[in-house]
């Protein structure tokens, strides 16, 4: 059975009103109530935003060196949880695009944990900690608590698939949740 039958990938409708800065916490939000989703990370062209839901309500860091959240700047976000992934991208031909994928235990996969920089934190309040990395100067905010956050990680689910000389390889892979040290979700 191939991955495509085990895994539920849709195309989201886009809303045409997604320009306005609003619409697209508006729509993050809706996206977060109908998927259930617990974390946002965008990429922007100033910058990387974390961010939580809680009850579905989208909080980004309020901090000086996180850039806003705007739709002119928007190049890739993912909203997730354990449950799913939705994946918005910027494709400059057809403008912002987005799927969801929705997996299930029956899915053969593997999770990777990988290390976010940071080797000093200072809680900066709302739920977000800024991390800063040794004298290369990396310094981001992360939607986790505490002074004592040191290297939290980013679990990412892989999923397998075999080619026609039944060789497993990684067919697609999506976040799945933010942890701190210690946890294992």
Not at 28 to 48: K, N, Q
Not at 58 to 67: A, C, K, R, T
Not at 120 to 135: M, Q, V, Y
Not at 145 to 158: F, T
Request: aromatic content about 10%; hydrophobic content about 35%.
């Amino acid at each position: 059975m191939g991955l495509e039958t085990d895994l539920q990938i849709k195309n989201i409708d886009v809303p045409k009103d997604l320009h306005l800065n609003d619409n697209m916490v508006t729509w993050f939000e809706f996206l977060a109530t109908t998927y259930e989703l617990d974390w946002l990370l965008v990429h922007c062209d100033d910058g990387i935003i974390w961010g939580k839901f809680n009850d579905a309500t989208l909080q980004v860091p309020d901090h000086d060196i996180v850039p806003k959240l705007r739709y002119v700047t928007v190049q890739t976000a993912y909203l997730f949880s354990t449950k799913c992934e939705v994946f918005i991208w910027n494709d400059q031909d057809h403008g912002i695009q987005a799927r969801s994928l929705i997996d299930d235990t029956n899915t053969e996969h593997f999770d990777e944990d990988y290390l976010i920089w940071g080797d000093t934190s200072t809680d900066i309040g709302n739920g977000f900690t800024k991390l800063e990395h040794g004298s290369e100067g990396l310094v981001h905010v992360i939607p986790l608590v505490g002074s004592d956050i040191m290297y939290p990680r980013l679990k990412v689910r892989h999923f397998i698939d075999y080619d026609t000389d039944n060789q497993a390889y990684i067919k697609m892979s999506r976040l799945v949740t933010l942890l701190n040290k210690g946890e294992n979700k």
